[in-house]
């Protein structure tokens, strides 16, 4: 017998193929999105899907319910315990509650939370809303929906052999201008695909996949999964920015990402290694009028990046005796004051939202408000200014009075 | 054991204590295991009434909880007895607490005897392994819960001491939709040349030692059974692979005509044995694919066809997203040289002649 090895003329796309599919329930509920109006998007990686759901009328306006007193750098803590108050609708003990994303409507104010009842493979999925300053269950059989596959889709010759094993794991849902962008983690390829798809989904195949390479300090370039990203205009181009799993921050131009490009992201930054980031967030300065981003991270604080920094920033060098980098380093990045932050949204120009774990008490989560643009709680610190003997007054708290929430 | 006597008798001594619906001193709730639903027994009809005017008046939660919520149930009268059905199961061996205007009574839904776990497979299972190896595998036996891998499983070197952050540290754990296979990562940073972990911290696997890959004894199933006893694995890690995947080199061992014998692909390294299920295809003589069964340890693969050996030329098809166990495909290493990757989307095919 000899070997021959021959190149399919295949298409040199790669496309995942993928209809337009009908499923109402939730599989599993991840990472969670809103496009302009009021379709929130579920990733659902048990289900290979994004889920949308048109909630129209289970929206409810929050614009009555005071946030905090931003002026005094106090953000309102609407619960205690979350995973409790959660754990008492759910039926279940509260370290059974798994809150795995949040979602802010911006219109409403609204904030979605993606919850797990369990952690086994029988986990009953969830969207929990709050409703000035209630807890509730979303019911999706009500509203609209469509979903697309993004998972790998299963085929008659693999499922012959059994319960197919792969899943993507989905850690960023984006939707920008009639586009979702997804961002996932596979269990059995470490691929860099990201995968650009229409929405209102069609029922064509849509589903671009797109292989993106970013060069590594030295001499060397590789693949990497993208765990969160954004879409942003930098200098008026709408660009994305990703944090790859192993946290180099990565510029490209949207124009550049069709299908089939083999795209090379330019490497403006890099978090520190020993880390991965949860959330990339894009917000308004109100202060100064700057438009910026901020990255949660799992073992670090946060950190804030302005456009004007990302638009601006060099790419960095690459090659032969290019001395490797191990801490943050590239484009410049704030520090900001938020360890223990799990989740994190904007609610308007003025507050962010985040579920953290309380900086008195890390057995307790909170769903907490946070005056932008420094993210900071001027209660959450110990410093001589919060105390009462301290006469000084510079965050105005003092000659402002206790908060008198609705 | 749900022993139905003492939460009767728990039930009574609640009812007693407070009574401030007109009820009678035997009011008291039951776990119908075949519904789920609570059934209420006791309560006259105008209390039976009252709440189903008013079902505020009713919260069902686990016993203990320090909140005013409840779950949301459904509420039907049925006879003499309330019918309480939960918009979620009760779980079993959780202690619940229902109040009924007042009138607080525990259920217990009956605990089911949950399968000890136990770790039954790993991989690569070969013996010696490169030391750049992205991706392992582990294979249990039960359903296991997720959250627990990052303090379940630890890396012990050559010299006893743990391998400190030897994986990536994602939020999400990546099983497969059974949560029988959970995948790690070693982590990225420390097996790519150049990066400053790799240079820094090392790779957390050197080549020539040996390792001990240590599941905890108190890993739980998904139906909260723990192991019990700590599991292991070992292996000796060999020379990093750091070049593409070039089918060439592999050897296909073809099988006779007419039977069911296997046909094997021999690899030149250790490919990955989850992936390689599924992206590595025959198609026989005239286009179709082969159905059969599939074996592999990830060093060869093998399929048993269910049809038997035609006479004439298969292909084998290699799907460009096949990497190897250190990350390597068809289109490029791992971490190859600036402008070297990224070229060949295209599967490759292999080819093999069955002759009489």
């Given at each position: 017998m000899r070997m021959t090895k021959s190149i399919l003329t295949a298409s040199a796309l790669a496309l995942v193929a993928a209809n337009a599919v009908q499923a109402q329930s939730l599989s599993s509920a991840g990472a969670l999105a809103f496009d302009d109006a009021d379709t929130l998007f579920v990733g659902d990686a048990k289900a290979g899907l994004v889920h949308a759901f048109d909630l129209g009328d289970a929206l409810a306006d929050q614009s009555g319910y005071q946030l905090g007193r931003a002026q005094t750098f106090e953000g309102r803590t609407i619960f205690n315990n979350l995973d409790v108050e959660i754990a008492a609708i759910?039926?279940?003990?509260?370290?059974?509650?798994?809150?795995?994303?949040?979602?802010?409507?911006?219109?409403?104010?609204?904030?979605?939370?993606?919850?797990?009842?369990?952690?086994?493979?029988?986990?009953?999925?969830?969207?929990?809303?709050?409703?000035?300053?209630?807890?509730?269950?979303?019911?999706?059989?009500?509203?609209?929906?469509?979903?697309?596959?993004?998972?790998?889709?299963?085929?008659?010759?693999?499922?012959?052999?059994?319960?197919?094993?792969?899943?993507?794991?989905?850690?960023?849902?984006?939707?920008?201008?009639?586009?979702?962008?997804?961002?996932?983690?596979?269990?059995?390829?470490?691929?860099?695909?990201?995968?650009?798809?229409?929405?209102?989904?069609?029922?064509?195949?849509?589903?671009?996949?797109?292989?993106?390479?970013?060069?590594?300090?030295?001499?060397?370039?590789?693949?990497?999964?993208?765990?969160?990203?954004?879409?942003?205009?930098?200098?008026?181009?709408?660009?994305?920015?990703?944090?790859?799993?192993?946290?180099?921050?990565?510029?490209?131009?949207?124009?550049?990402?069709?299908?089939?490009?083999?795209?090379?992201?330019?490497?403006?930054?890099?978090?520190?290694?020993?880390?991965?980031?949860?959330?990339?967030?894009?917000?308004?300065?109100?202060?100064?009028?700057?438009?910026?981003?901020?990255?949660?991270?799992?073992?670090?604080?946060?950190?804030?990046?302005?456009?004007?920094?990302?638009?601006?920033?060099?790419?960095?060098?690459?090659?032969?005796?290019?001395?490797?980098?191990?801490?943050?380093?590239?484009?410049?990045?704030?520090?900001?004051?938020?360890?223990?932050?799990?989740?994190?949204?904007?609610?308007?120009?003025?507050?962010?939202?985040?579920?953290?774990?309380?900086?008195?008490?890390?057995?307790?989560?909170?769903?907490?408000?946070?005056?932008?643009?420094f993210f900071f709680d001027r209660a959450d610190h110990i410093v001589e200014m919060n105390f009462e003997s301290f006469t000084a007054d510079p965050f105005g708290h003092k000659a402002a009075g206790p908060v008198e929430y609705n | 054991m749900f022993a139905s006597q003492t939460w009767m008798r728990r039930a009574l001594l609640a009812a007693l204590i407070a009574v401030p619906l007109p009820v009678l001193a035997e009011v008291a709730a039951r776990f119908d295991p075949v519904s789920g639903a609570v059934v209420v027994t006791g309560l006259e009809s105008a209390s039976r009434a009252a709440l189903l005017a008013n079902p505020e008046l009713l919260r069902l939660q686990v016993a203990r909880l320090d909140s005013t919520r409840g779950m949301p149930v459904t509420l039907r009268d049925q006879g003499a007895t309330l019918v309480i059905e939960p918009r979620f199961d009760l779980r079993p061996g959780t202690v619940y607490m229902l109040d009924l205007n007042g009138t607080a009574l525990e259920i217990v839904p009956p605990i089911a005897e949950a399968t000890v776990p136990r770790l039954v497979g790993f991989a690569p299972s070969q013996a010696v392994i490169p030391a750049n190896t992205l991706r392992l595998y582990l294979h249990f036996s039960e359903p296991m819960a997720r959250g627990q891998l990052r303090d379940a499983v630890v890396l012990i070197g050559h010299d006893g001491t743990e391998v400190p952050s030897p994986f990536l540290n994602l939020e999400v754990e990546l099983w497969d939709p059974t949560q029988t296979r959970a995948t790690l990562l070693l982590d990225p940073g420390r097996i790519k040349q150049g990066v400053g972990p790799n240079t820094q911290g090392g790779a957390p696997l050197m080549t020539g030692e040996a390792y001990r890959l240590v599941v905890s004894e108190a890993m739980q199933s998904a139906a909260g059974a723990p192991l019990g006893q700590e599991a292991s694995v070992a292996f000796r890690v060999g020379d990093a692979e750091r070049s593409a995947i070039v089918p060439d080199d592999w050897q296909i061992l073809p099988p006779p005509v007419g039977s069911h014998a296997p046909v094997t692909v021999a690899f030149d390294r250790i490919i990955d044995s989850g992936a390689v299920l599924r992206l590595l295809t025959v198609e026989d003589p005239q286009g179709a694919p082969v159905r059969g069964q599939i074996e592999t340890d990830g060093g060869a693969w093998s399929l048993i066809p269910n049809q038997p050996w035609q006479d004439g030329t298969y292909r084998v098809i290699v799907d460009p997203e096949l990497e190897d166990v250190s990350g390597n495909s068809i289109s490029a290493a791992f971490d190859a040289a600036v402008g070297t990757i990224g070229t060949n989307h295209a599967p490759v095919t292999l080819t093999f002649n069955i002759t009489q």
């Open positions: 759910l039926g279940v003990e509260p370290e059974q509650v798994v809150i795995n994303d949040m979602v802010v409507h911006k219109p409403s104010k609204q904030i979605f939370l993606s919850v797990h009842r369990g952690h086994g493979p029988d986990a009953e999925a969830v969207i929990v809303s709050v409703n000035n300053g209630a807890l509730g269950l979303v019911d999706l059989a009500a509203a609209d929906h469509s979903s697309m596959s993004v998972g790998p889709v299963p085929t008659s010759a693999t499922l012959e052999f059994g319960q197919p094993l792969n899943t993507l794991a989905i850690t960023d849902i984006d939707y920008y201008q009639g586009e979702l962008l997804v961002a996932g983690v596979s269990n059995e390829e470490f691929s860099s695909k990201l995968r650009r798809m229409p929405f209102p989904f069609t029922d064509e195949i849509s589903t671009s996949s797109i292989e993106i390479w970013h060069a590594v300090h030295a001499q060397y370039e590789t693949r990497a999964p993208i765990i969160t990203q954004t879409v942003a205009e930098l200098d008026g181009v709408a660009t994305l920015i990703a944090i790859y799993a192993c946290t180099p921050i990565v510029r490209i131009p949207l124009s550049e990402l069709t299908d089939g490009a083999e795209v090379k992201g330019t490497m403006v930054g890099e978090m520190g290694f020993g880390n991965t980031p949860l959330d990339i967030v894009p917000y308004v300065n109100a202060w100064d009028g700057t438009s910026n981003v901020v990255v949660t991270n799992t073992n670090r604080s946060a950190a804030s990046l302005s456009l004007a920094g990302l638009a601006a920033a060099e790419a960095m060098p690459e090659g032969e005796g290019v001395q490797p980098v191990f801490s943050v380093a590239g484009v410049d990045q704030f520090p900001l004051p938020m360890s223990g932050t799990m989740h994190l949204d904007t609610l308007d120009e003025t507050y962010a939202v985040v579920v953290r774990t309380s900086p008195e008490d890390p057995r307790n989560i909170q769903l907490h408000t946070v005056a932008m643009p | -």
